[in-house]
């Protein structure tokens, strides 16, 4: 198989007619040119199913080579590349607002200086005629005259372009210059640029497109590119300097991250106080003091006790024996007065 990229360029370019909106289901078509003939899409297959080999190799003559049958609009596609030398894209869609003016058989006139981008003054309508015919391609042929897009009556939009890329852009702003002039209309038929006017505006067009700056009006004023010597000197100058403002905050900024500082204001944390409030623990330790105590108490009595038992065991005992010893001691008792009232007794 060959042309493996052109045919994977129709593909992209189909599917991205579609989703763009530029296009809907498979009511649009494709051709790129090749040496003695085209690529172009097959009939009736969704742009998202196709493999390269599904793409569909013509010649001029009309004879194809491939699994499936050509688009059913390949003689114009045909017709347009073998009279058009500067065409290598042929691209056909059915675009909501440039349908909408070829429904009346109306083309889009000057009334916006975009409308060059097709070439001229002024973006034509064919007649109408049906699908796929050669009336419709010789009505298609006429209306391209000079022009690099055209609508169909009754029909839809072709461009032309040397490239996918340029044909997709060039059927972009088409559709929207179809939506302006809508939109125009409802106003009603809005004024229109004057053959000068469009006239320039194409010159200016085509002075950019050289790489040239657009003065046609002569006042000197063009930007000027610096010397290739200086470019560098003051270029990178400015630069340095832009760096330096650049890098500085940079650096300030690192105390903004150093806000950690926000977190050692964590009074937050010193609100740990707050956890002392739950004095729970000093309450449990004042109270084991306090336990001691009472059982120190307990044991005092039971010590003093004991000590008084013991006291009054070993009293009696002192007593006994300190009265066969020692009788003249006990003086004011009442033992001793007794004794003292038996000796007087016996002396009578």
Not at 123 to 137: E, H, K, M, N
Not at 163 to 176: C, G, N, S
Request: with cysteine; charged share 25%; net charge positive.
């Amino acid at each position: 198989m060959s042309h493996k990229k052109l045919r994977q360029g129709i593909i992209e370019t189909c599917i991205e007619m579609n989703r763009s909106g530029l296009n809907q289901g498979t009511s649009g078509n494709v051709s790129h040119r090749i040496e003695g003939g085209m690529l172009v899409t097959p009939t009736s297959m969704a742009y998202e199913r196709l493999k390269n080999d599904d793409i569909v190799e013509m010649a001029f003559d009309g004879t194809y080579d491939g699994k499936h049958r050509p688009s059913s609009e390949w003689r114009f596609h045909r017709d347009i590349l073998k009279n058009r030398p500067d065409v290598n894209v042929v691209l056909h869609t059915h675009s909501i607002y440039c349908t909408t003016l070829a429904t009346h058989e109306r083309g889009i006139p000057a009334f916006h200086y975009m409308v060059a981008v097709a070439g001229g003054a002024d973006i034509r309508c064919s007649p109408y005629a049906c699908f796929g015919t050669q009336d419709l391609s010789n009505h298609a042929l006429e209306a391209l005259k000079d022009r690099t897009a055209c609508l169909l009556g009754h029909h839809g939009l072709i461009v032309v372009a040397d490239t996918f890329e340029t044909a997709l852009w060039r059927a972009t702003e088409i559709e929207t210059l179809a939506k302006m002039y809508v939109h125009a209309l409802a106003i009603g038929e809005p004024p229109r640029l004057n053959d000068k006017e469009m006239a320039q505006v194409i010159e200016q067009m085509r002075r950019m497109s050289y790489g040239q700056s657009p003065d046609l009006d002569k006042v000197k004023d063009a930007p000027k590119p610096l010397s290739v010597k200086a470019t560098p000197a003051v270029i990178a100058a400015p630069l340095k300097a832009e760096e330096k403002p650049a890098q500085a905050p940079a650096k300030p900024k690192a105390p903004a991250k150093a806000k950690a500082p926000a977190k050692v204001k964590a009074p937050a944390k010193a609100k740990a106080p707050a956890k002392a409030k739950v004095a729970v623990k000093p309450a449990t330790v004042t109270m084991a003091p306090a336990r001691k105590p009472k059982t120190v108490k307990a044991k005092a009595p039971r010590a003093a006790a004991a000590k008084a038992k013991a006291a009054s065991v070993k009293k009696p005992a002192a007593a006994k024996s300190s009265v066969p010893k020692s009788p003249a001691p006990v003086t004011g008792s009442a033992s001793f007065k007794s004794l003292v009232g038996a000796a007087l007794s016996r002396r009578k």
